[in-house]
């Protein structure tokens, strides 16, 4: 009994540094203005999900930016395009960003608790609140996948384009503030989730209302 109590407090600490580490990327990748970055060969102009930055390549000093209420629509004289406002959709983008930016440093925050307490960890991962931890869980990983499909989107036109009337020599790519809070932070906050929830997977189950209305209904047939 004693062995798997170890074995338990092990992984919770395991999942308190992948949480930790997690939450740090979404941190940087959240601040990071490199989301989305257009080039025409010479000049970078880069969206993030609070401002706007350009720079010339060869001088990363040149770097300014400015908020969304207070953008140059016509940045290097038009060699981009005409810029468009951030729209709507930016807006989701960064709503869904909010909230998985705050899912590892939560669930940080319970890996700590249980591991400073067996009574909390059955309670929260055994007892009344599993349901509750399931749904914060599953929610922020489907949001997530929603803003990578956004930004995935964004970077092909499909929604809303970063420049109108964009000349051939601009390129557009996803930028390393985004493969740092939606595929490295994700990627550890998803391993942290199945490493503290794997063994609750099959009580959780048993809590969804299909598979006890479905448990009643074998209860009934046997017992007539």
Known sequence: MATEENKR???FIF???VFGTSFVFCLFGF????WIHATNGTHLYQRGLNVDCQSIIDAPRTLSCKSWDNLDLNPYNGSFGTLIQPDIGWNIARFLAWFT?????LFLCLSVVVCCSLDAEKALLQGKYLRAVGIVATVTVV????LILLI???KRHVVYPVFRDQPQQVEIEIGFAFVQFSIIGFGLYFLGLILLLSPTIP???KKLPCIISNDHELVSMNAS
């Open 9 to 11: 407090l092990l992984v």
């Open 15 to 17: 999942c308190v540094i």
């Open 31 to 34: 601040r990071n203005n490199n």
């Open 101 to 105: 930016f705050l899912a590892p440093l």
């Open 143 to 146: 949001l997530n996948l929603l």
């Open 152 to 154: 995935s989107l964004w």
């Open 203 to 205: 009580p959780l189950l």
